[in-house]
T-cell receptor, first 114, second 111 residues
């Protein structure tokens, strides 16, 4: 299993540009998440999904959109990039059942908005 | 809303000393998880605690979940340089609620 994969690893955007951060998992997990981590800070939940076709907002959803058309993929869309969105973005997945849960994180996408 | 606080923010210890980080939630949690993130890396799952008063050990690491299920701690005995990183706790009120991460405790070690 590849686990959780993210592309690209690094990207520089100009203010106002758009991009999609890709995330895929091959563990058949029902839950998927997007987090951002600013330098020296903790993880902030952007959006999450409990299954295909179902998404919900996290703590910091403004400026982002997501979709979950399949169990495997959970792309994150930035429509109008702003310098405040400079961060490292982590995708994660987990299977939540019988109270047991382990989140598996991808390697991250480092985004710089100039 | 639900908040998960972690203290201390930073801890710098001499190799061989013990280390403890504390996690406190404003609400009762259904479970709590601990993750470790090495510098430049991604968070890696360490353990999950579910039961009130639960204590679990992994070699030199001891994890506790409070009786009220609102706080937790991670204790490392005799730290080694491989323990360097940021330790995060994360919890949910229920399986239907969002998971919230603590702000993390960054551990650095003097050889």
């Amino acid at each position: 299993n590849a686990g959780v994969t993210q592309t690209p690893k690094f990207r520089i955007l100009k203010i106002g540009q758009s991009m999609t951060l890709q995330c895929a998992q091959d563990m058949n997990h029902n839950y998927m998440y997007w987090y951002r981590q600013d330098p020296g800070m903790g993880l902030k939940l952007i959006y999450y999904s409990v299954g295909a076709g179902i998404t919900d907002k996290g703590e910091v959803p403004n400026g982002y959109n997501v979709s979950r058309s399949t169990t495997e993929d959970f792309p994150l869309r930035l429509e109008l990039a702003a310098p405040s969105q400079t961060s490292v973005y982590f995708c994660a997945s987990s299977y939540l059942g019988a109270g047991e849960e382990t989140q598996y994180f991808g390697p991250g996408t480092r985004l710089l908005v100039l | 809303g639900q908040q998960v606080m972690q203290i201390p923010q930073y801890q710098h210890v001499q190799e061989g000393e013990d280390f403890t980080t504390y996690c406190n939630s404003s609400t009762t949690l259904s479970n709590i998880q601990w993750y470790k993130q090495r510098p430049g890396g991604h968070p890696v799952f360490l353990i999950q605690l579910v039961k009130s008063g639960e204590v679990k050990k992994q070699k030199r690491l001891t994890f506790q979940f409070g009786e009220a299920k609102k706080n937790s701690s991670l204790h490392i005995t005799a730290t080694q340089t491989t323990d360097v990183g940021t330790y995060f706790c994360a919890g949910r009120r229920s399986s239907a609620s969002k998971i919230i991460f603590g702000s993390g405790t960054r551990l650095s070690i003097r050889p």
